[in-house]
């Protein structure tokens, strides 16, 4: 992704140095700026704090802090405990786990080889995202008015973005997309990267409060829904970012296309349905305060709800198949019944 006329990917290892480097998501949109990670576990507690998130994202990252454990340690049992702090940063997205174990694996042959699933790992979720991009495209027509929710888009994987990949293939080929960013409370991953991403883009957007969809579809100005995923499971169930369901029901209520975009790393086939899927349950204080700048550009935290009061912070909900019109993948566009004819 293009940032002030230079290309950037959001995560990236430098294998001569064993360090991991990324976009610092936490200050976002208000600072851009670059960290570095030299050992597994600082960029695991990175995925954790969420410095990284998003599923392809924390998908290479995690993939990079196992190679980086490669490095560190030739004990077998310190590279599996080293597993296990990786995986125990974020429950929700699949593709942390398809990450590590596929470099967990390469490594019984070789460092060499970790870092090298490692790389490919990051390298295939920029190409996969390319193509759900150039998929995705064929969906949409000039000057449609598109909503998405949370942040799919390039900070979100390595490069390009799932659910937002296509709306910029479709913003180059010219068709002039307009998207209603939903601001995806209690985060603000919406009204934080994703706008911060299309305004970087010059893609026209505005940013909705949460619960103004209905609104903008009971009037006909949404055309389609396309959101990212953070687990698919084998059914089609799709976990992502919470607040998902409630736009995927909205559109079956207003006839409007409700679409999933994700590289099949995100789909769990292992993983009957969307019940079983493990829902990361966040600290309150995310709810509770907002945080952002005043005019002299000092990050103040101020507290937005009754004190006293405690909160209830689900990061993510399952969308039952039914509600999915198709998947935007790397692999085309699929029904949610057709997936499994990739297993
Ligand atoms: O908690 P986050 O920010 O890591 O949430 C994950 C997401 O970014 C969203 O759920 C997104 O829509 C799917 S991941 C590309």
Not at 18 to 39: A, G, R, T
Not at 53 to 58: K, L, V
Not at 158 to 186: C, I, M, W
Not at 322 to 335: H, M, P, R, S, V
């Given at each position: 992704?293009?940032?002030?006329?230079?290309?950037?990917?959001?995560?990236?290892?430098?294998?001569d140095?064993?360090?991991?480097?990324?976009?610092?998501?936490?200050?976002?949109?208000?600072?851009?700026?670059?960290?570095?990670?030299?050992d597994?576990r600082?960029?695991?507690?990175?995925?954790?704090?969420?410095?990284?998130?998003?599923?392809?994202?924390?998908?290479?990252?995690?993939?990079?802090?196992?190679?980086?454990?490669?490095?560190?340690?030739?004990?077998?049992?310190?590279?599996?405990?080293?597993?296990?702090?990786?995986?125990?940063?974020?429950?929700?997205?699949?593709?942390?786990?398809?990450?590590?174990?596929?470099?967990?694996?390469?490594g019984?042959?070789?460092?060499?080889?970790?870092?090298?699933m490692?790389?490919m790992?990051?390298d295939?979720?920029?190409?996969?995202?390319?193509?759900?991009?150039?998929?995705?495209?064929?969906?949409?027509?000039?000057?449609?008015?598109?909503?998405?929710?949370?942040?799919?888009?390039?900070?979100?994987?390595?490069?390009?973005?799932?659910?937002l990949?296509?709306?910029y293939?479709?913003h180059?080929?010219?068709?002039q997309?307009?998207?209603?960013?939903?601001e995806?409370?209690p985060?603000?991953?919406?009204?934080?990267?994703t706008?911060?991403?299309?305004?970087?883009?010059?893609?026209?957007h505005?940013?909705?409060?949460?619960?103004?969809?209905?609104?903008?579809?009971?009037?006909?100005?949404?055309?389609?829904?396309i959101?990212?995923?953070?687990?698919?499971?084998?059914?089609?169930?799709?976990?992502?970012?919470i607040?998902?369901?409630?736009?995927?029901?909205?559109?079956?209520?207003?006839?409007?296309?409700?679409?999933?975009?994700?590289?099949?790393s995100?789909?769990?086939?292992?993983?009957?349905?969307?019940?079983?899927?493990p829902?990361?349950?966040?600290?309150?204080?995310?709810?509770?305060?907002?945080?952002?700048?005043?005019?002299?550009?000092?990050?103040?935290?101020?507290?937005?709800?009754?004190p006293?009061?405690?909160?209830?912070?689900?990061?993510?909900?399952?969308?039952?198949?039914?509600?999915?019109?198709?998947?935007?993948?790397?692999?085309?566009?699929?029904?949610?019944?057709e997936?499994?004819?990739?297993?």
């Amino acid at each position: 992704m293009i940032i002030e006329g230079k290309h950037y990917r959001t995560v990236w290892f430098d294998q001569d140095t064993n360090v991991v480097s990324m976009i610092n998501q936490i200050k976002l949109p208000f600072e851009f700026e670059i960290v570095h990670f030299s050992d597994y576990r600082q960029t695991a507690e990175a995925i954790r704090n969420m410095t990284v998130r998003g599923a392809g994202a924390i998908g290479a990252t995690a993939g990079y802090a196992m190679a980086q454990a490669f490095v560190e340690t030739e004990d077998w049992e310190l590279r599996q405990e080293a597993r296990d702090f990786i995986e125990n940063t974020r429950p929700t997205a699949v593709n942390l786990f398809y990450a590590t174990a596929k470099v967990f694996e390469a490594g019984r042959a070789s460092v060499s080889e970790a870092i090298g699933m490692a790389q490919m790992i990051a390298d295939e979720d920029a190409d996969g995202c390319q193509r759900i991009g150039e998929y995705g495209n064929t969906l949409i027509q000039h000057k449609q008015r598109i909503l998405t929710h949370c942040n799919a888009g390039w900070l979100a994987f390595v490069d390009y973005g799932s659910a937002l990949s296509p709306v910029y293939a479709a913003h180059n080929a010219g068709k002039q997309p307009f998207v209603y960013v939903d601001e995806t409370r209690p985060r603000g991953q919406g009204a934080r990267l994703t706008a911060y991403e299309l305004f970087q883009n010059e893609v026209e957007h505005r940013i909705i409060a949460d619960n103004a969809a209905a609104f903008y579809m009971a009037k006909g100005d949404i055309n389609m829904v396309i959101t990212g995923a953070d687990r698919i499971t084998a059914n089609g169930d799709v976990a992502n970012k919470i607040g998902t369901m409630e736009k995927a029901i909205l559109a079956k209520e207003f006839g409007i296309p409700f679409y999933v975009a994700a590289p099949f790393s995100t789909i769990d086939f292992a993983m009957e349905s969307g019940a079983l899927i493990p829902i990361e349950e966040r600290d309150d204080e995310e709810l509770l305060y907002h945080e952002g700048p005043d005019e002299q550009n000092t990050i103040h935290k101020v507290r937005m709800a009754s004190p006293g009061s405690l909160g209830l912070n689900p990061a993510f909900d399952v969308t039952p198949a039914k509600y999915i019109k198709a998947f935007i993948t790397d692999k085309g566009i699929l029904k949610p019944d057709e997936l499994k004819q990739f297993q």
